[in-house]
Structures are given as C-alpha cells and as structure tokens.
C-alpha cells in the first residue's frame, strides 16, 4: 500500500475497485486487524484501532466474505449464531434474533434453519452469511466480494435485496468487488485504486461522468455508455422530459429513482410498451414518457453535467 488515506462516513457504503492485486481486500482486512499495517493510523469513531484487542475490535463488524465460510457440521441456525453464544447471549434471545434475521434475508426459518450448508444453493448460502454477519447488529460491516461466486441472475437479485434490507440502511460498510456495476449500485462513494495508491474517491456520478485522470477514463471506458445510464435515475432526467399525461395508458410504472439503464434494459428485453410512468415515493405520477425521450433527456443531462465539471 502506498500512503492511501480515505473516510468513511457513518451510515455510509464506500466500495473499493480497481486491478487485480491493486490493495483493495489487503486495505480490508486492515480494518479489522487481519493484516496490520506498516506505518499510518486507522482510526473508528475517533479511537485507534491498534489499542484495541483484536477480537473485541471483530466483534464490533460484521464481515462478509466470497467463499462465506459457513461451518458445515453446523446447522443453518448454528452458524448464524456463532458471534452471539461467543458473547454469551441467552438462549432465548439467541433463537430469537436467529429467527429474525433467517426471515430478514428472505430464508423461513421453519424450512431452512435446521438444514446444513450443503444443502443449501449458492444464494442461499450468501444470504445465511449476511444474516451471520449482522447478528450481533454491528455497526459496521466489512464484504469481500460478497456476491463474486454467484451465477449472474441471482447475483442481481441478492444485490437488489442487500439494497433494501432495512437492517443495512444506517450502517457504515465498505465493500470490496470486482464488478463495476455492483460498485455503482450500491455504493454511495467509491474508490478507485491500482498498484496500492488510490486514483480517484467520488460518487458514482463523478467517477463515470468526471474521471480525474486517464487511468480513470480508461478503467470505465469498456462498460461507459451503460454505467452513464446505471448511475443516472428518471429524477435525474426529470428537467429535460416532456410532460404529457395523454401520451399512453397503462403503461409500466417506475419509481424515479429507478436507473435509466433498468427501464431501458426491461423496455427492450421484456417488449414492453416503449411508454412509462414514472412516479414518485408516494406513488403518485410524476409524468409519462417515451423510452426515446428517455435517451433524449439522458443525453442533455449529460451535457449539463458536463458543463458543471467544467466550470
């Protein structure tokens, strides 16, 4: 590593990206203690984590990993409360958090709780790991390529249900994943690294439409055109729509901060009707348009985005 130096806010989600070898799982493990550093400082809440032991420091994050790491003469329970019979929780408060959390990932636990890991499909693996990572409700929760070993379909899933797991919505995370897309959905800053040294820290937004150097351009420049859609929502375009109600009836409806890219990629994969109304939190519709306006309004958003970077 060399001289890296970033923050995470709290309830924030950073996603660290680049090179094979660049650092990104050696700054993970970091953060816990698995690797400690040469020289530098890594501080939690304001408090070195050198002066804390190790375990205790674990105990305060939860830690997500590709392979997952479930025990496999564990039952699906078991694993899941592994972190709270360390602490020595009461049985009763174990077997209720373990029910709670096997329902929150979407695994009954009437049906899946007394199973064993090999009976389990890769997704619901991952999900028995997530739920095992926020036992103890952690603050913090570290992922290693969480998703990286699942087939592309249940991948998009399990990723659209990480994002609206209430149990994640304010608690920090740092993710590590070599999926560019994964890294834009669902991470509300990134960092871009290559050979140990960070190349650029932004939001979505500004690492797709504002690259700071040509290793930046470069490294998004295959996949640019649909990150530019995943990272731009309908609210975005709202400015530059054009607004009529009497265009189309019951057409599809999309929450305004839908991605450009998810409503064009259903238009065309499903032979949807080219109209869509996008609505607000509410429900309530905002406006109805053409799937050609949508790319029309894109493409001015773009420019205006553009003009501000070059400001």
Not at 42 to 63: D, F, K, T, V, W
Not at 81 to 90: C, E
Not at 194 to 199: A, F, P
Not at 291 to 296: F, M
């Amino acid at each position: 590593m060399d001289s890296i130096s970033f923050h995470v806010a709290e309830g924030e989600t950073l996603g660290l990206i680049g090179t094979s070898g660049c650092g990104k799982t050696t700054t993970l493990k970091m953060l816990n203690r698995l690797i400690e550093p040469d020289s530098g400082q890594i501080l939690i809440a304001g408090q070195e984590i050198s002066r804390r032991r190790p375990e205790l420091l674990r105990q305060s994050m939860g830690y997500v990993i590709q392979n997952i790491g479930l025990f496999p003469h564990y039952t699906v329970a078991d694993n899941v409360a592994i972190v709270p019979r360390l602490l020595k929780w009461k049985e009763k408060s174990i077997v209720r958090r373990t029910t709670e959390l096997l329902e929150l990932v979407g695994l009954p636990p009437e049906k899946f709780a007394k199973r064993y890991p090999q009976e389990l499909s890769g997704g619901q693996k991952q999900r028995v790991g997530l739920a095992r990572a926020l036992a103890v409700d952690p603050p913090i929760v570290l992922l290693d390529e969480p998703f990286g070993a699942l087939d592309q379909i249940t991948k998009r899933q399990i990723q659209q249900e990480f994002k609206q797991l209430e149990s994640l919505l304010h608690k920090t995370m740092v993710l590590v994943t070599h999926d560019i897309f994964e890294a834009v959905t669902l991470c509300d800053r990134i960092c871009l690294m290559d050979q140990g040294k960070i190349r650029q820290i932004g939001t979505p937004k500004e690492v797709i439409f504002n690259p700071q150097n040509d290793f930046v351009r470069d490294f998004f420049q295959a996949y640019l055109f649909q990150l530019e859609l995943q990272v731009t929502t309908l609210k975005d375009l709202l400015p530059w729509l054009s607004k009529n109600e009497t265009l189309a009836r019951d057409c599809d409806k999309y929450e305004e901060n839908t991605s450009v890219l998810t409503v064009l990629e259903q238009v065309q994969t499903h032979m949807k009707n080219s109209f869509i109304q996008i609505t607000n939190s509410e429900n309530s519709s905002v406006c109805i348009v053409s799937s050609e306006n949508l790319l029309s309004a894109f493409y001015q958003f773009k420019k205006s985005l553009s003009n501000h970077y070059s400001a």
